[in-house]
């Protein structure tokens, strides 16, 4: 395994408030990691530095290496928590539109993909459910041979039934080598597919752990533990 993500330091400020504040956390290849914390807690605006959407008021962050920017955005994919694809497009149009973006998008896995969930792909992203347009967000990023995958609260706003299936796709088509950040509050929906966990608190990394070793020793679940630490 190599590093993939590395923060030392890494603060950033508006004003007087701090959403991250000294996060330090290294990142290897090959894991899923549920990056976990309240509201307010700096897990998107943690994933949005890697992104190369934000930039630090201090400290560093590196993606396999380098600070975010063009050579990094080719090995990362990113799914932000809010609608943000044209809705006037077709599923057949993002498709086209995702492989002339990047070099590593595979179409046949996102038809793959969306044929299994059952949607026509002349179907305009507008006339899709709430659900089915995240899943077809979800789609188009886990179709990318991407070395690490930002997602930022992918089962926030689905059902239960949904949020299996995202999870099923997002263990199923991550690339080999691939890591996951996974930003959720829904920690007893995701635990079981983790390997990793870290806990977010007032911008700060307060713990960071491979989650069933903290099973073992805090014998107790890691939705539990969250509990107890987080307890107002």
Sequence with gaps: ????????????????????????????????VGLLGPNGSGKT???????????????????????????????????????????????????GMFRDFYGDFDPVKAREMFSSLGLDEKERLKALSKGNREKTQLVLTMSRAAKLYLLDEPIGGVDPAARDYILRTIIGNYSENGTVLLSTHLIADVENVLDEVVFLKQGQVLLHENADALREERGKSVDAIFREVFAC
């Design 1 to 32: 395994m190599s590093t993939i993500l590395e923060c030392s330091g890494l603060t950033k400020r508006y004003g007087s408030v701090y959403a991250l504040n000294g996060a330090d956390l290294t990142l290897e290849t090959g894991r899923i």
């Design 45 to 95: 605006t943690l994933i949005k530095l890697a992104n190369g959407l934000l930039t630090p008021t201090s400290g560093t962050l590196t993606i396999d290496g380098a600070a975010p920017g063009k050579e990094t955005r080719a090995k990362v994919a990113y799914l932000p928590d809010a609608d943000y694809l044209p809705d006037w497009m077709t599923l057949r149009d993002l498709t």
